[in-house]
C-alpha cells in the first residue's frame, strides 16, 4: 500500500453496515456512496458544477467509451483524464470489460482477451488484462478496476466455475502489470496518475461457493479493494441479496467493498446493510432522461396526464433546484416538448434522491438506526402513490 | 400609460445610442438588452439558474409553440407563464406571426387572420390579431407583440405597401382587443398579467418611405413601445443597417426601440449605434447546440480537427464558466460524442459572449467612449484567426 495514497477507514458501523471515508489521489470520499457514471467524461445532462453542486464527490468514467473516442493516448497528451475533463475530484474508470461483453455479436472471449469490433466504426481491437490496465494507467483514473469476465445469467455451475477461474487469471496478469507500471513503467504506457489504485473483482454468478473461492484468491493477489461483479445481470433481487450478503463476509473489513452497476434505491439499502461501500448505476440518471422520476413516495412516470396540470414539485420532500423551483406540470410539458432542460433538471432530481438517500444512511449508520431507516425508507418506496 | 407599469427612462446617450432602464411588472432591464429566446418557456440546454447567472434580465418565449402546447388556457390556469415556468423576471412574448408565416405552404393569409396548421398534429387554426392578444393575456408576458404580417424577401413595393397597411389595420385590432381586456376583460380570456404591456411593429420591407409611413401611424396607435420587424429575412446587411437608421428617426425618444429577430455580435453594434435598445436572436444559442461559437478574437466551429489537442479555453478573454473550466479538446470531444453537455457548455458561452457585449456596450455609451467601443469590437472579430 506504500505505493499509492489510496486509503480507507471505517468510521462507524451499525450492524453490518458501514460509514467510512475513502482516500485517493485526488480527494477523500464518504461511503456508502453512489458514484454517478460519466459515460464519456460527462453526466448525460449536468455540467460538472451541477455534481458538486449535488455533493457528488466521485465519478465513474468508462474506458471502453474512452479508448475508443477520444482515445486514451489523446487523454494522456492532455495530462490525464481529471485535466481533460476538468474535474477535479476522484474518479474511478471501469475495466471496458462490461461494454465489451455487451456487445452480443460483436465480441469473442479468448484466454487472451476479449476480441471485439468498435460500434462507432467497426474496427477490431483486443481487450487483454494488460490493455485495460494500460488504458486506465493513460487515463490515471484514482481507482482502476481489472479486467474481468461477465458472466450471462442464467449460466450453469461448471460454466461459471470455468469464468471465475478465467477472471482470477486475467486479476493476476492485471496486477501484474499495474505493479509492473508502478515500478517504473512499460515502454509506451504513460502513468498520468502514478497513485492510482486498482480493485479486484469477485466473480462468480449465483454460486455463493464459487463468489467465495474468488473472493479468497482475489484478496490473495492483494488489490487495493475488492467489488462484486456480475451482478444486476437478470438474477432475482433475493438471489442478488444473497450472493451479496454472502461475498461480502470473505472479503476484508478493512478494505472498502464496490458492488458494481447496481441499482435501484432499494438495493442500495439492502446492500449496505450487507456491507456494501461503493456503488454506481446509470438507473437514476438514464431513468431522469426517459421521464421516470425517484421520489420519497414512489416512482413517477412524468409524462402521465394526471401531471398536466399538478403544480406540486415532483417530490415534496426534496430540496434538490428541480423541486424548490418546478413543478410536475412544467416538467411535463418540457419532457413532451423534448426540451434538453427536461433531461437536466429530472437528471438533477434523480442524482439527488440518490445522493441524498446515500446522506440519510450515512447519517442512520453514525447514529446506529441504520435498521429504522431502512424498514421506514422501503415503506416509503412502497407507498408510490402516484403511477402505481 | 397609467394602466401598466411599464416605464423607459433613458440614463445615458452617445450619440444615437442611448442607454437605459426598462421597467416592467416583473422587474427592470438594462438596456440594451438582449433577450435570450426561450421557445416553449425554456431556453435550449440551460436551466433559468444558469441564466441568471449569465446575468440574463429579461427572456423570451414564443406564443405559438406555447399556443399549441402546452396551450395558453392550461397556462394560464397555472396562473400565467411566469408561474408556470418559474422564472420571475420579466418575459416578451412574440405574436406567434413569424412562426406562422415561416410555415409556408401550411398557411395561408388573409384579412381576418392567418390560417394554419399545427406542425405538431396538423390541426386548423385561425390566427387573428384579437386572437394573438388574446393568447398573450393568458400567457401574461410583461410585454406582448401586436400580430403583424411578415413580409417575405424580396418584395416589390406595391407588395410591401399592401403588406404594411394590413400590419396598420391588424395592429389596430390588436390594440383594441388588449385596451377592452385591460377596462374589464372579454368573456373566457384570463389576464394573468393585468399591467402587461404591448409593442406596436413597424414594417415595410426595405422601403425607407413604406418604414415611415408605418412607423408614424403605429405611433399614432399609442403603443406602450415600438419594433422593427420584417428585417433579417434576407436583405443584405448594409440594407437592414440603413432601414434601421432611417426608421428609428420616426420612433419616440421616450420609448423602447426593440430590432425582431437579429443579429450577430457586429448587429448589434451597428443596431445599437442607430437606437436600437432590445434584440432577440436564436443565433447564440442555435449556433451553440451546432458547435459554433463565438469569440472575442472570431468564430470557432468546435468540430474541427485542429481543436483536438488543444488545451486552450475557448475564448481566452471570456470569463464564463465554460471558459474558465474547460478546454477546447474537452469541448469537441462533447460535441462529437453528441452529450448533452456539449449544448449547454457551448450555449452558456454563446449566450456569455452576446450579454457580454451588451454589458460592455452599456458601459461605453455611459463613459461616452461607443464610437472607440465598435470600432476596437468590430476589429476584434473581423480577426477570426482560428477558422477563417
Chains 1, 2 share one sequence.
Not at 158 to 178: F, H, I, Q, V
Not at 219 to 241: K, Q, R
Not at 332 to 346: D, Q
Request: glycine share 8%; aromatic share 8%; proline share 5%.
Amino acid at each position: 500500500m506504500s505505493d499509492t495514497r489510496f486509503d480507507f477507514r471505517v468510521t462507524y458501523t451499525d450492524g453490518r453496515a458501514r460509514r467510512g471515508v475513502m482516500t485517493t489521489p485526488h480527494g477523500s470520499v464518504e461511503t456508502p456512496a453512489f458514484m454517478p457514471v460519466g459515460t464519456q467524461g460527462a453526466v448525460k445532462g449536468l455540467t460538472h458544477r451541477d455534481l458538486e453542486g449535488l455533493g457528488a464527490e466521485i465519478l465513474l468514467s468508462n474506458t471502453y467509451h474512452l479508448y475508443l473516442r477520444p482515445g486514451d493516448d489523446l487523454i494522456a497528451r492532455r495530462g490525464g483524464l481529471h485535466r481533460f475533463i476538468g474535474w477535479p475530484r476522484p474518479i474511478l474508470t471501469d475495466s471496458g470489460g462490461y461494454q465489451v461483453f455487451s456487445l452480443a455479436a460483436r465480441r469473442t472471449i479468448e484466454e487472451e482477451g476479449a476480441r471485439f469490433q468498435s460500434h462507432l466504426d467497426g474496427s477490431a481491437h483486443l481487450l487483454t488484462p494488460e490493455k485495460a490496465t494500460d488504458i486506465q494507467s493513460r487515463l490515471g483514473s484514482d481507482v482502476a478496476m481489472v479486467l474481468d469476465e461477465c458472466l450471462a445469467h442464467p449460466s450453469d455451475a461448471a460454466t461459471a466455475r470455468a469464468s471465475m477461474e478465467r477472471t482470477l487469471r486475467w486479476a493476476k496478469r492485471g496486477r501484474e502489470r499495474l505493479l509492473q507500471l508502478r515500478a517504473g513503467g512499460v515502454d509506451g504506457v504513460a502513468v498520468t496518475n502514478p497513485e492510482q489504485a486498482q480493485f479486484g473483482i469477485v466473480q462468480g454468478g449465483v454460486y455463493p461457493k464459487l463468489r467465495e473461492e474468488s473472493a479468497h484468491q482475489t484478496v490473495a493477489l492483494g488489490f487495493e479493494a475488492y467489488a462484486i461483479g456480475g451482478l444486476s445481470v437478470g438474477e432475482p433481487t433475493d438471489v442478488m441479496y444473497d450472493i451479496v450478503d454472502h461475498t461480502t463476509l470473505s472479503l476484508p473489513e478493512e478494505r472498502p467493498r464496490y458492488l458494481m452497476g447496481t441499482g435501484t434505491p432499494a438495493d442500495l439499502a439492502e446492500s449496505v446493510a450487507r456491507g456494501i461501500d461503493l456503488f454506481d448505476c446509470v438507473l437514476p440518471t438514464r431513468n431522469a432522461r426517459n421521464g421516470q422520476l425517484f421520489t420519497s413516495e414512489g416512482r413517477i412516470n412524468i409524462k402521465n396526464a394526471q401531471y398536466a396540470e399538478d403544480d406540486r414539485p415532483l417530490d415534496p420532500a426534496c430540496a434538490c433546484y428541480t423541486c424548490r423551483t418546478f413543478s410536475r406540470a412544467y416538467l411535463r410539458h418540457l419532457f413532451l416538448a423534448k426540451e434538453i432542460n427536461a433531461s437536466t433538471l429530472n437528471t438533477l432530481h434523480n442524482l439527488n434522491f440518490y445522493l441524498d438517500t446515500l446522506r440519510r444512511i450515512k447519517d442512520a449508520i453514525m447514529f446506529r438506526r441504520f435498521e429504522s431507516f431502512r424498514r421506514a425508507f422501503h415503506h416509503s418506496l412502497s407507498r408510490q402513490p402516484h403511477d402505481s
